[in-house]
């Protein structure tokens, strides 16, 4: 007996609930993680111009780890980063992870995002995380959601906006994680509540 592989690559995790996947814009959906996802998303990282808000772009190997990582994300909470696609092609991720770092407000649950600078400006960051923020509490039970980015982030400042999220007024905050020497330390933070 011949037996053929599906057309469908396999995820590496579990998909995400419909609500989250699409809507009526098909044009954007979000979807679990597969293999082929790896090398776009390497293309991605070692942009400059996307990587302009992030103190340095990433090697494949960095960014095949960050793959690795997400995965594991999804395996251990039930939710993560998704992969984002736009027009059926990859373009990046969007969804929540846990932020660890040493902060006031950590450990909390982030909603971030990454787009191919090819996706910017369609509206696909917003959608989806707002399709995200939509589901996080009743399909995940998640009550508050932060994003957080550098204060020079005006881009994705915007999206936090347009999703419905509030800025903490005296939330500023240097993020561990950047140089202490970088024009990025400084990090706005963002709340949304269910």
Do not use: C
């Amino acid at each position: 007996m011949i037996t053929t592989e599906s057309a469908t690559p396999k995820p590496l995790h579990r998909e995400p609930p419909q609500r989250i996947a699409s809507s009526d814009d098909a044009a954007v959906r979000l979807r679990a993680w597969r293999e082929g996802d790896r090398e776009p998303f390497a293309d991605l990282n070692a942009d400059p111009e996307v990587m302009r808000y992030f103190p340095a772009t990433l090697s494949r190997a960095e960014s095949d780890a960050m793959v690795d990582r997400i995965v594991d994300h999804h395996e251990r909470y039930g939710y993560g980063l998704w992969a984002l696609d736009v027009d059926g092609r990859f373009a990046g991720f969007v969804g929540l992870s846990t932020a660890t770092f040493e902060a006031p407000f950590t450990p909390a649950v982030e909603i971030g995002w990454r787009l191919a600078s090819w996706a910017w400006g369609r509206g696909a960051a917003s959608t989806s995380a707002r399709r995200v923020l939509d589901a996080a509490h009743t399909e995940f039970g998640i009550d508050e959601v932060l994003s957080f980015t550098s204060v020079l982030n005006a881009p994705s400042i915007a999206v936090m906006q347009r999703i419905g999220m509030t800025r903490e007024p005296a939330g500023n905050f240097d993020h561990p994680r950047v140089p202490v020497e970088s024009a990025l330390r400084e990090h706005v933070l963002y709340r949304w509540s269910a």
